[in-house]
């Protein structure tokens, strides 16, 4: 299974990378765009409503689009920033440079760390696989007690919100 990635050409996978992002951001801008008019009137006004929104319109409208550019050496924040910037109507001539940037940042990224890391699990399951097994399984568990942490956080950070804007309004 290593053969996989080591007979790939690493242009080739840079590439095809570059063009996965590009395309991926470009369709969560237009999307942002095209929901932005009637978005407060469906069930994206959840996501539109949401603390990681808001976070993400206040980066985008203080940096503009370097912000764009750095969001995509994180998960998840840039779904919501290529969001953020269609949202605001962010123009072309600054977005497609910003995305730009951004996917190809993301595809050398993934094109070295993510390959080499594939790699890497599939020799270790060549030689033992119930370590590689084990190993991904302790990875899995590790994402999913830290994200079920932050939802925690997220919700006291909420209700203890809730709980300031009911006690200053008297109820």
């Not at 924040?77 to 995305?99: C, D, E, H, W």
């Not at 830290?146 to 300031?164: K, W």
Request: aromatic fraction near 12%.
């Amino acid at each position: 299974m290593t053969g996989l990635f080591s007979t790939w050409p690493y242009p080739l996978a840079v590439s095809m990378l570059f063009l996965i992002a590009l395309a991926r951001g470009n369709l969560t801008y237009w999307l942002g765009r095209a929901a932005q008019a009637g978005a407060r009137r469906t069930r994206a006004r959840r996501l539109i409503e949401s603390p990681g929104f808001g976070r993400a319109s206040r980066l985008l409208n203080r940096w503009g689009p370097p912000v764009v550019s750095v969001s995509f050496l994180t998960v998840g924040f840039q779904t919501l920033i290529n969001l953020a910037a269609g949202v605001s109507r962010m123009p072309l001539r600054r977005y497609l440079p910003a995305v730009g940037v951004g996917a190809l940042l993301w595809a050398f990224l993934y094109a070295t760390v993510g390959f080499v890391a594939f790699a890497a699990w599939f020799q270790l399951y060549e030689r033992s696989p119930v370590l590689a097994i084990v190993a991904l399984a302790v990875v899995v568990v590790g994402l999913l007690i830290f994200v079920l942490s932050q939802l925690r956080s997220r919700r006291s950070a909420v209700s203890e919100g809730d709980h300031r804007v009911d006690s200053t309004t008297g109820s």
